[in-house]
T-cell receptor, first 120, second 116 residues
Framework: GAVVSQHPSWVICKSGTSVKIECRSL??????MFWYRQFPKQSLMLMAT?????????EQGVEKDKFLINHASLTLSTLTVTSAHPEDSSFYIC????????????????FGEGSRLTVL | AQSVAQPEDQVNVAEGNPLTVKCTYS??????LFWYVQYPNRGLQFLLK??????LVKGSYGFEAEFNKSQTSFHLKKPSALVSDSALYFC??????????????FGAGTRLAVHP
């Protein structure tokens, strides 16, 4: 399988500060990465699709200015939670699509270990 | 609308017994179906997928899933459960959304508890 690394695993910050979470594909190039949010005992909610070299595509109801996504290279996407508040506390998970020999959209998804954000 | 349903919040099984975690789906076109497992405070690990071909798909850690088109189901199974199988299991279906890319639509998750 492929490896996707997320950093940091845990982060605690004060209300009003910004936090950056990194998602790296370690052994493959990912033109597309996805950011999910998971509330306790709930499923994963897709926040946005991160496309290398272009703007991210956000799901309905997700604030673009709140959750800044940058996909500057084929192996790195970042999620920045700006002016974080306690309600932003959550488990954030990224995934990266490893292209297959067929069309890029058929690539398998590999998930990071997740980042738990706690905003005080 | 494309969706996936996991009707059970929790499944309890005795170690050594067979286990089934249920999943039904609704998708236009041919379904691409997946099962993932999540351990506490961890990301998701891929178990298996159905794209086409044999309806019985074998995956990691002894798990398998049976695709049933008429019942629109993709239940996860294992002949003999282990305590270490206790985790949160997600069924997912690949759907289409604007922008031209596929995305995974996850079920609510089923917590599997295997008792010694």
């Amino acid at each position: 399988g492929a490896v996707v690394s997320q950093h940091p695993s845990w982060v605690i910050c004060k209300s009003g500060t910004s936090v950056k979470i990194e998602c790296r594909s370690l052994d493959f190039q990912a033109t597309t990465m996805f950011w999910y949010r998971q509330f306790p005992k709930q499923s994963l909610m897709l926040m946005a699709t991160s496309n290398e070299g272009s703007k991210a595509t956000y799901e309905q109801g997700v604030e673009k200015d709140k959750f800044l996504i940058n996909h500057a290279s084929l192996t790195l996407s970042t999620l920045t939670v700006t002016s974080a508040h306690p309600e932003d506390s959550s488990f954030y998970i990224c995934s990266a699509r490893k292209p297959s020999g067929r069309a890029p959209t058929y690539g398998e998804l590999f998930f990071g270990e997740g980042s738990r954000l706690t905003v005080l | 609308a494309q969706s996936v349903a996991q009707p059970e919040d929790q499944v309890n099984v005795a170690e050594g017994n067979p286990l089934t975690v249920k999943c039904t789906y609704s998708v236009s076109g041919n379904p691409y179906l997946f099962w993932y497992v999540q351990y506490p405070n961890r990301g998701l690990q891929f178990l298996l997928k159905y794209i086409t071909g044999d309806n019985l798909v074998k995956g990691s850690y002894g798990f398998e899933a049976e695709f049933n088109k008429s019942q629109t189901s993709f239940h996860l199974k294992k002949p003999s459960a282990l305590v270490s199988d206790s985790a949160l299991y997600f069924c997912a279906v690949r759907g289409m959304f604007s922008g031209g890319y596929n995305k995974l639509i996850f079920g609510a998750g089923t917590r599997l508890a295997v008792h010694p």
